[in-house]
Nanobody
Framework: QAQLTESGGGSVDAGGSLRVSCDYS????????LGWFRQVPGKEREGVAG???????RYADSVKGRFTISQDNSRNTLYLQMDQLGPEDTAMYYC???????????????WGQGTQVTVSS
């Protein structure tokens, strides 16, 4: 059973930085993609960044140049480094595992419970 657990969320002032982490386990297939999504109440879940099994990454336009996705295979941990944060980045952040390097949630089968990021202006 795949499991993903996020951590590292919190509150930060605008312009600041935060790193969220996701510990993952429970699957044995070698080809997979991991992604970060975010959601605010009343809105659809938005793809933020994704990384393929070979390290290829993609980002939403809204976070390009500010967010960096990475993974530590030895620790089975996914990271999202978030810099130059603004109030518009406030959301619940979820990590997910799936079969395609996509920013669309429909490609992802396994999800964590989320970690809240709040940015104050």
């Amino acid at each position: 059973q795949a499991q993903l657990t996020e951590s590292g969320g919190g509150s930060v002032d605008a312009g600041g930085s935060l790193r969220v982490s996701c510990d993952y386990s429970g699957w044995s297939f070698s080809r997979y993609c991991l992604g970060w999504f975010r959601q605010v109440p009343g809105k659809e879940r938005e793809g933020v960044a994704g990384i393929d099994y070979d390290g290829t990454t993609r980002y939403a336009d809204s976070v390009k140049g500010r967010f960096t996705i990475s993974q530590d295979n030895s620790r089975n941990t996914l990271y999202l480094q978030m810099d130059q944060l603004g109030p518009e980045d406030t959301a619940m952040y979820y990590c997910a595992a799936g079969s395609a390097l996509s920013l669309m949630a429909t490609w992802f089968n396994y999800w964590g419970q989320g970690t809240q990021v709040t940015v104050s202006s």
